[in-house]
């Protein structure tokens, strides 16, 4: 089932190529900690806020229409992360539990 889950998010998740990195949507809102692990059952990762404002600064991201929070790799404390907010381009920091964030993943290089 959770094969079956992933294979759904893949086939329906936005990509994108910016600053040289492939960037992939998935679908749904989450917590940190799960959108942590999705990112890496990809072989992939949470990009850093400075990957955030490069990739919002980039000509790349007008293609971009997606403009919510997007939880980032870089964090606070133990409880708490930083997420991107896209509509505005800066990262807030929030408790690693807060559910309804997006998830945004970027290759490993």
Same mark, same amino acid.
């Given at each position: 089932?959770?094969?079956? +889950?992933?294979?759904?998010?893949?086939?329906? @998740?936005?990509?994108?190529?910016? %600053?040289? *990195?492939? $960037? #992939?949507?998935?679908?749904?809102?989450?917590?940190?900690?799960?959108?942590?692990?999705?990112?890496?059952?990809?072989?992939?990762? +949470?990009?850093?806020?400075?990957?955030?404002? @490069?990739?919002?600064?980039?000509? %790349?991201? *007008?293609? $971009? #229409?997606?403009?919510?929070?997007?939880?980032?790799?870089?964090?606070?404390?133990?409880?708490?992360?930083?997420?991107?907010?896209?509509?505005?381009?800066?990262?807030?920091?929030?408790?690693?539990?807060?559910?309804?964030?997006?998830?945004?993943?970027?290759?490993?290089?």
């Amino acid at each position: 089932m959770k094969k079956c +889950l992933l294979l759904f998010l893949l086939l329906i @998740s936005p990509n994108l190529i910016a %600053e040289g *990195k492939h $960037w #992939k949507g998935i679908r749904g809102e989450s917590n940190w900690f799960y959108a942590k692990d999705m990112c890496q059952s990809l072989g992939m990762r +949470l990009p850093s806020r400075s990957e955030f404002a @490069s990739f919002f600064q980039a000509k %790349e991201s *007008k293609n $971009w #229409k997606h403009y919510d929070w997007y939880w980032t790799s870089d964090v606070i404390s133990a409880e708490k992360a930083y997420y991107f907010d896209f509509a505005f381009g800066h990262s807030i920091g929030i408790g690693k539990r807060t559910p309804g964030i997006r998830i945004l993943c970027v290759d490993g290089k």
